[in-house]
């Protein structure tokens, strides 16, 4: 029996799974994990024609740090987890794929294994959002990643999220916070993230080993986890933001899980995506959809 964890919207959100990797570690599961990745396709095609990692569709590669040498120095998030995890992570390159295709390359991962739980994982709250608030930061991978497993063949589906005051630069947090009481009555689960929880304290120590410079949503939370308030902004991102437009509090730590069909549904234009549209076409779609909302 295995589980299966997924990083919603691309790049280091994956390394919001990893104290979910821990915990079901702990109780032998086999676990599968998956990176929506902005990860650079070329990099990926020296590294698979190399026979360094493997390539199992046009969009889905293989990754195992183990049979790998040194890829420190690129942005390459998936090759940092599987160093730390000492196991392969599966990644779908969402530049390339239409949600058809993401859908395609997740049958091939679960092909003749019996998953009996899938948890998508957001880094932000770009998952939870209906459509209608005034902002919805930047939806497009999530709801691409969310229409594209939604059919699954998993009985128990489940959509977390995790820094979800990381989008409130854009998403009024207010709006974010009547969301959120919005969905309660669909709320699995939620409880906030420690450094004194072995799995979290496993996160941090990972993220942190893995050029963090890359990753402002993971860095806010492990700020807030080190019991940093306010605006601060960590040392490491002063090279790449001048400020820190969002607030280090407890909602930034919250992990909430809720489940993921319920969930869906409470989305107001994700049934209208078409599943053969490219990340371009369902942005432009998303913007389209919010703007006649917000001005009918």
Not at 97 to 103: G, L, N, P
Not at 107 to 119: C, L, Q, S
Not at 186 to 211: E, G
């Amino acid at each position: 029996m295995s589980i299966l964890l997924s990083g919603c919207g691309g790049g280091y959100d994956v390394f919001c799974t990893i104290p979910l990797f821990f915990e079901y570690q702990k109780k032998k599961k086999n676990i599968i994990v998956v990176s929506l990745s902005f990860t650079k396709v070329r990099l990926l095609e020296k590294l698979a024609i190399e026979n360094q990692i493997e390539k199992l569709k046009s969009n889905l590669y293989f990754v195992d740090a183990r049979k790998m040498v040194n890829r420190e120095y690129d942005y390459f998030p998936e090759y940092y987890l599987s160093r730390h995890l000492q196991q392969g992570v599966y990644v779908i390159i969402i530049k390339q794929s239409t949600i058809k295709q993401i859908t395609e390359a997740y049958n091939v991962i679960i092909h003749k294994k019996n998953i009996i739980k899938f948890y998508l994982v957001d880094g932000g709250c770009d998952l939870l959002l209906s459509g209608k608030e005034s902002d919805l930061a930047t939806p497009v991978e999530d709801m691409m990643h969310l229409k594209a497993v939604v059919n699954l063949p998993i009985k128990r589906k489940y959509a977390c999220a995790v820094g979800m005051t990381c989008d409130c630069n854009s998403v009024p947090k207010n709006e974010l916070l009547d969301r959120l009481k919005e969905i309660e009555d669909i709320l699995i689960s939620k409880h906030i993230w420690s450094l004194t929880d072995p799995y979290v304290k496993k996160y941090y120590d990972i993220f942190y080993k893995s050029k963090p410079t890359n990753s402002i949503v993971n860095s806010l939370i492990c700020s807030t986890l080190e019991g940093r308030v306010g605006y601060y902004l960590p040392r490491h991102l002063k090279l790449r933001i001048r400020n820190n437009n969002v607030e280090l509090d407890q909602l930034m730590i919250t992990f909430v899980q809720y489940d993921l069909i319920k969930l869906s549904n409470r989305i107001l234009y994700l049934d209208e995506l078409d599943i053969n549209h490219d990340i371009d076409e369902i942005d432009d779609y998303i913007m389209n959809f919010n703007r006649n909302i917000l001005y009918s």
